[in-house]
């Protein structure tokens, strides 16, 4: 079955730190850039960043909201992304989905940044 | 970094057409992407690269664009059809082109 799977979301202090895992199975995950995209409560879709295949170098790029302070990695032997986000603040609060091959989107984690 | 711009809402009877637009200066230049989100689920593709369709994806849902306007068209809308759509393209000021989503528009079925 074709899928992604994120994890690692859960309840967090504003300056703190949290690692989402993306697990990819079914297609070519390796030859597929992964991007991130969350939701905020009340508002709509956000790009947070995404990071290309091994054959673009795995180059990664961030949103300006985001920028320094997250960081999307990927381990192609685990067919797994990351997004390591860092000195989180309280807007931060969102699902976070990660998406791959233009049409696959995993069903979200929660990330909830309050004190 | 620039704006996709889309009306916040639409509201159509079961069975009529419903046109999402999306507007944005590199819009003639880049790919546009559409989103369907329905409440408390996650997004999913209808359309890809201005007008093609996934598998899965019903041929009600048609994409085109044209100049600096990109439109979703639902032909003969279905209750089901009622979520967010988002239109999503490359944010034209980099050379490793990042996303920019459009705001959103609410798609109603009375």
């Known amino acids: 079955e074709v899928q992604l799977v994120e994890s690692g979301g859960g309840l967090v202090q504003p300056g703190g730190s949290l690692k989402l895992s993306c697990a990819a199975s079914?297609?070519?995950?390796?030859?597929?850039?992964v991007n991130w995209v969350r939701r905020a409560p009340g508002k709509g879709l956000e790009w947070v960043g995404h990071?290309?295949?091994?054959?673009?170098?795995?180059?990664?790029l961030y949103g300006a909201s985001v920028r320094g302070r997250f960081t999307i990695s990927r381990d192609d032997s685990k067919n797994t992304a990351y997004l390591q986000m860092n000195s989180l603040k309280i807007e931060d609060t969102a699902i976070y989905y990660c998406?791959?091959?233009?049409?696959?989107w995993g069903r979200g984690t929660l990330v909830t940044v309050s004190s | 970094s620039y704006e996709l711009t889309q009306p916040p809402a639409v509201s159509v009877s079961p069975g009529q057409t419903a046109r999402i637009t999306c507007s944005g200066d590199?819009?003639?230049?880049?790919?546009t992407y559409w989103y369907q989100q329905r409440p408390g689920q996650a997004p999913v593709t209808v359309i890809y690269?201005?007008?093609e369709r996934p598998p899965g994806i019903p041929e009600r849902f048609s994409g085109s664009s044209s100049g600096k306007r990109a439109t979703l068209t639902i032909s003969g809308v279905q209750t089901e059809d009622e979520a967010d759509y988002y239109c999503?393209?490359?944010?034209?000021?980099?050379?490793?082109?990042?996303?920019?989503f459009g705001g959103g528009t609410k798609l109603t079925v009375l």
């Open positions: 998406m791959s091959a233009t049409t696959v």
């Open positions: 079914g297609f070519a995950f390796s030859g597929s850039a």
């Open positions: 990071i290309r295949s091994r054959t673009n170098n795995y180059a990664t």
């Open positions: 590199g819009l003639p230049k880049l790919y």
């Open positions: 690269k201005d007008k």
């Open positions: 999503q393209s490359s944010d034209t000021a980099d050379s490793h082109r990042g996303w920019v």
